[in-house]
C-alpha cells in the first residue's frame, strides 16, 4: 500500500462511549430496559463507525502510466489519475489535491499559488464505487519551459465526524511532462549550414577510423607499431601496415554560457538565460534538418561532473531529443561553473573543429581549435569569431 493514512481525533467517538455508559449506568440505577436497548444501540454505532473508519481507503491503488509527455508551450494535453477501488466500501465526495509546477496550468481547475514555491496547488472532488476504477482527468496547458509532474498527492474522504480521512501517496507519479523552450530565431544559421557541405567542410576534422581498414602496404621505419596488421605480416612473412579509412568529422559543438561577468569580476546567472536556451533550440533543430550531429555544453553543475551535457548519439531525431529534455531541466539554481573549466574539458576530450557559443563571450578562450561561431541572445545573429592564437593560448 503507498497511501499513508492520517485519522483525525476521534472526539466524536469518545463522546459517544462516554454517552454509551451514562445510559447503561443509568438504566442500572432506574431499572429500565429501554435504557440498556439505547446503550446498546450507541455501542452498535460506534462499532460500526470504527470499523468503517478502519476500511475506508484500504484497498484504495492509484495507477499512473510510466510515460513522458513532450510539448512547446501553448500546446495541450491530459493526465489521467486512475483510482482503482478493490474493496467493498464506496468512496463518496473523495477530495483530490495535488501540486503542479508552474510551467502547466489547468484548463478546467482553478490553482491557488503556494507561496514560496513555483507550483500550483489543484482540487477536485469525484465518487469512486466499490470494486470499481475511474480515471480523473486533468486538462493543461503548457505554459513555459520547465518539467512538471504531479506532487504531494493525497485524498481526503469524509467521516463520521467534522475532519475528513487523509490519505497522502507515498509512490512517486510516474507521468511527466516536460515542456520546450520556444525557438529563437539566429539569422545567419541557415547559411552557415549550407555553408558546411561546401569549403568548410575541408576543416571539419579529418580523422582516420580504426574500424575501417581501406588497404595493407610494406611496413616503412617510420610507420607506428600499433597499425602494424598482424595477420597479414605472417601470412607474407614480413611486416605489413594497416591504411585506415579517412572519415570526416562533422559533430558540432553547442556551448552554452549562461553566465554574466561584472566590471568587477562577479558572476552571475544571465538575464538573458531564456533567450540563450531559445536561440540553442533553433540551432539544434537547424542541426538536425541538415544532418550535422551536435554535442551541446552547459556551463551549469553536475553532480559527479565538471558540467551538464549531451553527446551525439548519430540519429538527429534522438539528438533533438536529449539536447531539448536538457534545455527543458535547466535550473539556474542547481549552480554554475566557470566556463573555461567547459572549453579546457572539450580540448581533453578532442579537437573540436567546429564550435558555437550562445552568451556572453569570455576574455579567453583557452582551449578552442578550429573555427568559432558566437550568438549574443540580444542580437540573435550568428558570427564567426576570428581567433588569434595569441589571445587564444592567454
Partial sequence: MLWRREMPEDRFSDLLSFLAIIVFLLGLWVGIRAFFILAGVIAAIILVQRYY????????????????IRLFP????????????????SLPNANLKFQVKDALAADSLRGKPIVGSDAQLYETSFHIPKKQALEVSFPFIAVKRGI??????????????????QLTYLGRYQTSVIVYPTQELVHGVEKFFSQQAGHV??????????????????????????????????????LQTKVLERTYDMTITLILNISTTSRLG????????????????????????????????INLRAKGQTHIYT??????????????????????????????????HLKMRRNQTVSILIGELPTSLHGMN????????????LEEVTLNREWVRA
Fill in 201 to 238: 567542410l575541408a576543416d571539419l576534422a579529418l580523422t582516420e577510423d580504426p574500424l575501417q581498414i581501406k588497404s595493407i602496404r610494406d611496413y616503412l621505419p617510420t610507420d607506428d607499431f600499433r597499425r602494424i596488421h598482424w595477420k597479414a605480416s605472417v601470412r607474407k612473412n614480413m
Fill in 74 to 89: 501553448g500546446e495541450r494535453a491530459v493526465i489521467n489519475f486512475r483510482f482503482e477501488n478493490k474493496g467493498n466500501l
Fill in 53 to 68: 473508519d478502519k476500511c475506508l481507503g484500504r484497498h484504495l491503488d492509484l495507477q499512473s502510466e510510466r510515460k513522458t
Fill in 370 to 381: 578550429g573555427r568559432l561561431y558566437h550568438v549574443d541572445p540580444i542580437k540573435a545573429v
Fill in 148 to 165: 512538471a509532474a504531479p506532487s504531494s498527492i493525497m485524498l481526503y474522504l469524509p467521516l463520521f465526524r467534522m475532519q475528513p480521512l
Fill in 311 to 344: 553527446e551525439s548519439a548519430g540519429q538527429a531525431e534522438t539528438d533533438v531529443k536529449n539536447a531539448l529534455d536538457l534545455l527543458a531541466s535547466v535550473h539556474a539554481e542547481d549552480g554554475m561553473t566557470e566556463i573555461t573549466s567547459v572549453l579546457h
Fill in 266 to 297: 562577479n558572476a552571475y546567472v544571465s538575464p538573458e538565460l531564456e533567450r540563450i536556451l531559445s536561440c540553442a533550440a533553433f540551432i539544434i533543430y537547424q542541426a538536425a534538418e541538415n544532418g550535422y550531429p551536435i554535442d551541446m555544453h
